[in-house]
C-alpha cells in the first residue's frame, strides 16, 4: 500500500512502515505527517502481527523539515496568547501515542541518522536494531528548542540523567556502537545486513502469542506505574492472556512437547 511519502507494506503478518521521503533525509513535513497518519490508520485495521518501521536511503528520520513548502505561516502572536494549537499538540504527540497505543510489538529498524523527532520515533520501538553507521542526534539546542516528541521523558529512563542531559544541552551525534553500550538500543548490525536481521526478528514475534502485545503494554506502563498499581495490572493483563486461544495451545504444545503454532487469537 502506498500512502505517498509513507510506504506501508505487508510480508506475512509483518508490516513494514517505511518513511519515503530520501531527499529531504524523511524529514517531518506536512505531507509526510499527514501520509503517516493515514498508514497507521490502515496499520489499526490491518491483522498485522509486527510492525517494523524504517527509513528510505541513507537516513531513518532527520527530524522536523524546517524547510517544508507545505507548512502553514506562524501567527506568533496567536501563538504566545495561546490560541493556536503547535504542531506537538496537533500531530506529533497523538501520533506517538497512537504508536505506542498498537496492541503488537514495533521493531525500528534505524538506517542511518536518527534526529530530534526522528530520534524520538526511532526510540518508540520495543525493540530497537541499528546499523552500524546509524547515529542519533538530539538536535533541539542547536536551532534554540527543547526536546519534545517525549524524548525527555524516555531519554533518562533509558540511558539515566547525566547522559540524557549532556545528549540533550551538547547536541552531539551519538553513534549505535555507543547507543549499544548505553543501553539506548538492542542490537547494531551491519549496514546490508539491517533490514533481513530486522524482519527475521519481526518474523520471530508475529509468529508468538497474543501476549506479546500485552507485554508491550505491560512495560511501557511500568515507566510510570507504582509497584502497587504494576501489581494490579499484571493482574488484569494475566487474566486476559489467559483466556486467549494462543494460551490453550501453548499448554498444550508444553504437554506435547512440540513447538506451539500461535495464531494470534
Known amino acids: ?5 509513507i510506504r506501508l507494506e505487508m510480508a506475512g503478518p509483518v508490516a513494514v512502515m517505511t518513511l519515503n521521503d530520501p531527499a529531504v533525509l524523511n524529514a517531518f513535513g506536512q505531507k509526510l505527517r499527514e501520509d503517516m497518519a493515514d498508514a497507521v490508520s490502515t496499520l489499526e485495521a ?60 514495533v521493531v525500528t529498524a534505524i538506517n542511518g541518522i536518527a534526529a530530534g523527532a526522528g530520534m524520538s520515533l526511532a526510540l518508540s520501538g520495543d525493540i530497537r536494531i541499528a546499523a552500524r553507521s546509524a547515529s542519533f542526534l538530539q538536535a533541539f539546542a542547536r536551532i534554540g528548542l527543547v526536546p519534545d516528541c517525549g524524548s525527555s521523558w524516555l531519554l533518562p529512563r533509558l540511558i539515566g540523567m547525566a547522559r540524557a542531559m549532556e545528549l540533550s544541552l551538547l547536541a552531539e551525534r551519538l553513534p549505535a556502537e555507543t547507543a549499544l553500550v548505553w543501553g539506548m538500543i538492542n542490537r547494531v548490525e551491519d549496514d546490508d545486513a539491517l533490514m533481513p536481521k530486522a524482519m527475521q526478528l519481526a518474523e520471530s514475534l508475529a509468529n508468538g502469542p497474543r501476549s506479546l502485545g500485552m507485554i508491550r503494554k505491560m512495560y511501557w506502563e ?15 493483563l494475566q487474566t486476559q492472556a489467559g483466556l486467549t486461544k494462543d494460551f490453550e495451545e501453548g499448554v498444550e504444545a508444553f504437554r506435547e512437547k512440540r513447538q506451539a503454532r500461535f495464531t494470534g487469537n
Not at 500500500?1 to 511519502?5: A, E, L
Not at 506562524?74 to 496537533?90: F, H, I, K, N, P
Request: charged letters at 30%; a positive charge.
Open 1 to 5: 500500500m502506498k500512502h505517498g511519502k
Open 222 to 236: 511500568s515507566l510510570e506505574n507504582s509497584y502497587e498499581q504494576q501489581l494490579r495490572l499484571e493482574a488484569k
Open 46 to 105: 490491518s491483522s498485522a502481527r509486527c510492525l517494523v518501521i524504517t527509513g528510505a536511503g541513507r537516513a531513518f528520520c532527520s527530524g522536523a523539515n524546517l524547510n517544508d513548502p507545505d507548512r502553514a505561516p506562524r501567527d506568533r502572536a496567536a501563538e504566545a496568547r495561546g490560541e493556536m494549537v503547535g504542531d506537538l499538540e496537533a500531530w506529533y504527540n497523538p501520533m506517538f501515542l497512537r504508536l505506542r497505543a498498537l496492541p503488537i510489538p
